[in-house]
């Protein structure tokens, strides 16, 4: 029932002397035998069961001396321990030979399936292998080709292909490989995702310096590159790139390299990171320096590049190895040499060059100042993401990885060696524009003392060039970014990198140089709220009252910070004042700082600005600063305006619009409130503040403004009708009424009220009367 034999039952138990009376009595060698994992049951050999037994006998006694080595820590009893092991395993293993040898003897021909012979090896039997192999068992066929393994083991145990020979040598069964070697053996036959024996040997996770030496004295070449016909990060590797992958010893890299192993092979990886990486590249990407050396005094290349055009001095850089940078810097790797990096846009790729120096000094950018660019330009954020077929999160997960390989200290001291190490600076300026944004002062020195030019434009950067017309699709970014001039003090000042601004300050003389926007290094460090190199500016000679092509001097730039949360604007506006600044200067449009700082509620910045700004100064459309507070609803800034600095409320602009009304318009309460509490205006006034409320859609401001108006109590009644929806009281009222204007003076009919209110009851009964 259970498809056990007495044969089987005899072979599983190394009962040799009942083997041999069953097998001369007629016992069928063909057995059954079951995997209950997939419940798949199937017909094998008496042979292969007794291989598969040895397999699995040989197996947990080395588990077992393992285990007991780790639990009992006196050397005498562990010793005692693994001899009587041995033993064991050597009765066992005697046994089970004896009765393969019977097997063997019965078996006119080996069999087609090298299950047998490859279970043996692997367990490094090396009697039963022997057997094996004088039976004619192929040590070369492989494990695909096994019945056995196909349709029994293969979903118990996956596995890539490989024969005997590539598995002894992988499990470092030298005396096999040594059985094996005996007959003609061609090692250097490759065939598609199977490692060649030179490559299983030096891919084992055990040292295999002997068996790999046996083998290239056998004439293996190191050379044969690993072949796949799918998608592989292996293709192209020769025995020597996976040894250095496997973190393999110095003395077997040295074997490979004597016995002309090619240290410039190139691989074919399907991963484009991969392609064309060499031992060198693949060495320093393991920080593996003994190896690296070895490799360049082998005649390794430190100049080869990778399909994508990284060097290993950019792996090395990348990963913060200053050891290793040194070493190929002084084996004549070129600083000179770019990265090529591929963007692809609209179908069209793109090439981007990046310097060894520009690279070295990105690594000096904080996770801090990575996690805000990310999160203020998400839409490029994933563009980087689509293009490496990635997601977000790697890409983020990359970077941080990236700028996390080494400390600040070690990329300064690896940037030092590379400017050492350059004839002449970049004509690019990207490495010095890049260091200021970043805002590492040991850097900008270190380049400015190699020559580097801090007043090259962004326009004469090929990286920026380059790349800023794919970053500009992807993200919100002003055009004229490429004409900026001296960007490495203007990034410097944006970022509020005050100790770089000091340093650029002793290269750049004319503090007054005006983008072709005519905005100053001071705007832009007024505007980014940076008090402690506005007033450095100052200190150097920058003057205050330079306005840019809009007319704005740098008080307005101050103003037009997007917060006031902190004191900074505060201390700004206090330290221009300070330079004798004009505090009354109009822009193109007419507009005073005062203007700004009102409309904003900065009420302590109208605090400072009126000790000399004149409150009643009009801007081009007439308005004065108390309209500008009025519009936009800053009641506190108002009163202050008002109650404090004496700001005429009756003024009137272009449109012949007072602050009131500018107030009704936004339908500002408070402010109205504050207005009215302050000054009586007349009626036209009132009667205009009704009409722009009633323009504005502002229910209750209309109804409250309205009260000061001299109306008849009919036309009071029609009013409150249009606001409040009352539809039954308009219906009743003379056609005459509802067409006459409620304000003759501004034309504001009772039709127009309604439709400010929303009262759409009372626009259908004006539209269709009964």
């Known amino acids: 029932m259970t498809g056990e034999t ?49 397999a699995i006998k040989n197996t947990p006694v080395n588990e077992i001396n393992q285990i007991m080595q780790k639990s009992v820590q006196d050397k005498f009893i562990n010793s005692a321990i693994d001899m009587g092991l041995q033993q064991i395993k050597a009765q066992e293993e005697a046994k089970h030979i004896k009765t393969l040898q019977l097997l063997l003897k019965v078996t006119p021909q080996p069999e087609d399936d090298p299950y047998s012979l490859i279970a043996a090896a692997e367990v490094g039997c090396t009697p039963a292998v022997e057997l094996l192999l004088k039976a004619g068992y192929d040590p070369l066929a492989f494990f695909s080709s096994s019945g056995l393994y196909n349709t029994f083991l293969k979903i118990v145990r996956p596995t890539s292909d490989y024969n005997t020979l590539t598995k002894a040598c992988q499990q470092g069964h030298i005396e096999i490989v040594k059985l094996i070697l005996q007959e003609p053996v061609d090692l250097n036959a490759t065939q598609n995702n199977v490692l060649t024996p030179l490559m299983a ?26 072949q796949s016909s799918e998608k592989s990060r292996r293709n192209g590797d020769t025995a020597l790139t996976m040894a250095i992958i496997c973190n393999k010893t110095k003395e077997l890299i040295q074997l490979l390299l004597e016995k002309g192993a090619d240290p410039n092979v190139q691989s074919e990886s399907d991963n484009p990171l991969l392609n064309g990486r060499t031992p060198l590249m693949v060495a320093s990407s393991h920080d593996n320096l003994e190896i690296v050396q070895l490799l360049l005094k ?43 990096i591929e963007l692809n846009e609209a179908r069209a790729s793109l090439e981007v060059e990046m310097s060894i120096v520009h690279l070295c000094v990105s690594k000096l950018m904080q996770e801090s100042q990575f996690i805000y660019f990310k999160d203020s330009q998400p839409t490029l954020t994933n563009f980087l993401a689509s293009k490496f077929k990635t997601t977000t999160d790697q890409v983020v997960k990359g970077v941080k990885e990236f700028i996390s390989k080494t400390t600040v200290d070690d990329t300064i001291e690896i940037l030092r060696l590379l400017l050492e190490a350059t004839p002449q600076p970049e004509d690019d300026p990207a490495s010095l524009i890049v260091a200021t944004i970043i805002g590492n002062v040991q850097a900008v020195e270190l380049l400015l ?97 330079i306005c840019d092509n809009d007319g704005d001097n740098a008080l307005h730039h101050a103003l037009y ?25 109009k822009n193109n449009d007419g507009v005073t700082p005062l203007m700004i700082a009102s409309e904003k509620g900065y009420t302590e910045v109208l605090v400072l600005l009126l000790e000399e700004a004149d ?53 500002h309460n408070k402010v109205i409130d504050t207005l009215l509490n302050n000054y ?21 401001l209309i109804k409250l403004l309205a009260a000061k108006i001299y109306f008849t109590k009919h036309q009071e009644e029609i009013l409150n009708a249009c606001v409040s929806d009352d539809v039954e009281f308009m219906i009743n009222q003379t056609s005459s009424d509802l067409c006459t204007p409620l304000i003759e003076s501004t034309g504001l009919t009772p039709l127009m009220i309604a439709a400010s209110c929303g009262s759409d009851g009372v626009i259908q009964a004006l539209l269709d009367p009964q």
């Open 561 to 585: 910070s997007s917060s006031s949360e902190d004191n900074n604007i505060d201390d700004i506006i206090e330290t221009l004042l300070s330079w004798n600044i004009n505090v009354n200067r």
């Open 449 to 545: 003392k190699a020559g580097y030019n801090p007043k090259a434009p962004l326009s004469s950067s090929k990286y920026f060039q380059a790349t800023l017309p794919i970053i500009m699709k992807q993200a919100p970014l002003p055009k004229e970014m490429l004409e900026i001039s001296c960007p490495s003090l203007v990034f410097a000042c944006i970022g509020g990198h005050l100790e770089v601004v000091k340093s650029l300050l002793k290269e750049i003389n004319d503090l007054n140089h005006q983008q072709e926007t005519g905005e100053t290094f001071l705007m832009l460090a007024c505007e980014c709220g940076h008090k402690d190199i506005v007033l450095t500016l100052l200190e150097n000679g920058a003057d205050p009252n």
């Open 680 to 700: 009586n205006p007349n009626q036209e006034e009132m009667v205009k503040a009704v009409t722009v409320a009633c323009y504005g859609g502002h229910k209750k």
């Open 201 to 226: 040997a030096c891919t084992a996770k055990e040292d295999n310096s002997k068996i790999v030496r046996l083998l290239l004295e056998a004439g293996a070449d190191p050379n044969v590159k690993f």
């Open 298 to 340: 082998a005649g390794a290349d430190p100049n080869a590049k990778s399909k994508n055009g990284t060097t290993v001095l950019a792996y090395a850089v990348c990963l913060g190895q200053k050891t290793i940078v040194q070493e190929l810097l002084k084996f004549g790797a070129a600083t000179t040499n770019s990265i090529r």
């Open 6 to 54: 007495a044969l089987k039952v005899a072979v599983t138990l190394a009962h040799y002397e009942i083997v041999d009376e069953l097998i001369k009595a007629g016992a069928s060698t063909n057995i059954s035998i079951t995997n209950p994992i997939i419940n798949t049951t199937m017909n094998c050999t008496i042979t292969q069961c007794c291989a598969m037994i040895i």
């Open 615 to 667: 409150p009643n100064i009009t801007d081009s459309k007439g308005r004065t600063a108390l309209m500008h507070a009025s519009f936009n609803g800053q009641s506190e800034a108002v009163a202050l305006l008002l109650m404090t600095y004496n700001a005429d409320p009756s003024v009137i602009d272009n449109n012949r619009l007072s602050a009131l009304c500018h107030a009704a318009y936004g339908g």
